[in-house]
Antibody
Framework: ELQLVESGGGLVQSGGSLRVSCEAS????????MHWVRQTPGKGLVWVSR????????IYADSVKGRFTTSRDNAKNMLYLQMNSLSGDDTAVYYC??????????????WGQGTMVTVSS | SYVLTQAPSVSVAPGKTASITCGGY??????VHWYQQKPGQAPVLVIY???NRPSGIPERFSGSNSGNTATLTISRVEAGDEADYYC???????????FGGGTKLTVL
């Protein structure tokens, strides 16, 4: 079964750090680009980051650039998002999503169920 | 940065047709994807590259894109279609992905 499962969310203090993970299964993980998308409860989807198939290139939304780092371990079928200097604005459900990577404007064709990150002041 | 505009809500009676629009400057020159998100669930891709349906998505879902507006059309609306719908494009200028604000579809 095609599946993405996020984990690692939780409560963290403002200024703190947290790493969330996404485990892929049921498909050849190492040929896909991967994204992180977040959603504040009751609000819309916001793209956060993209990493290419081998992890050699990652890009970020302006709101997280310099604070968040996306990485992957293809041997373990794992995607990671390291979040530093967290603030209340980072409170959200974080989704990982799959991108075929065939074209720059591909759709996100598989999503995980999300993991909640709450930043307290 | 590129902006996508969606109406916050659309209401439709069962069996009727719902049209959900996504506005953006010359969006017709971009590829638009649409996602459905039901309460408490992850988004699901329902239309990709303007009008294509992934496997498992009913034929009742269709899409179009021209000028400054992309449209997701749901024919013969069912109660199970009630959800939030988001449009998405890739902004070539910033190399970032952009989502519309979402439209909540209510089935009366």
């Amino acid at each position: 079964e095609l599946q993405l499962v996020e984990s690692g969310g939780g409560l963290v203090q403002s200024g703190g750090s947290l790493r969330v993970s996404c485990e892929a299964s049921g498909f050849n993980f190492n040929i896909y680009w991967m994204h992180w998308v977040r959603q504040t409860p009751g609000k819309g989807l916001v793209w956060v980051s993209r990493i290419n198939f081998d992890g050699s290139s990652a890009i970020y939304a302006d709101s997280v650039k310099g604070r968040f780092t996306t990485s992957r371990d293809n041997a373990k079928n794992m995607l990671y998002l390291q979040m530093n200097s967290l603030s209340g604005d980072d409170t959200a459900v974080y989704y990982c999503a799959r991108d075929p990577g065939v074209a720059s404007d591909d759709a996100f064709d598989l999503w995980g169920q999300g993991t909640m990150v709450t930043v307290s002041s | 940065s590129y902006v996508l505009t969606q109406a916050p809500s659309v209401s439709v009676a069962p069996g009727k047709t719902a049209s959900i629009t996504c506005g953006g400057y010359s969006i017709g020159r971009k590829s638009v994807h649409w996602y459905q998100q039901k309460p408490g669930q992850a988004p699901v891709l329902v239309i990709y590259y303007d009008y294509n349906r992934p496997s498992g998505i009913p034929e009742r879902f269709s899409g179009s894109n021209s000028g400054n507006t992309a449209t997701l059309t749901i024919s013969r609306v069912e109660a199970g279609d009630e959800a939030d719908y988001y449009c998405q494009v890739w902004d070539t200028t910033s190399d970032h992905w952009v989502f519309g604000g979402g439209t909540k579809l209510t089935v009366l």
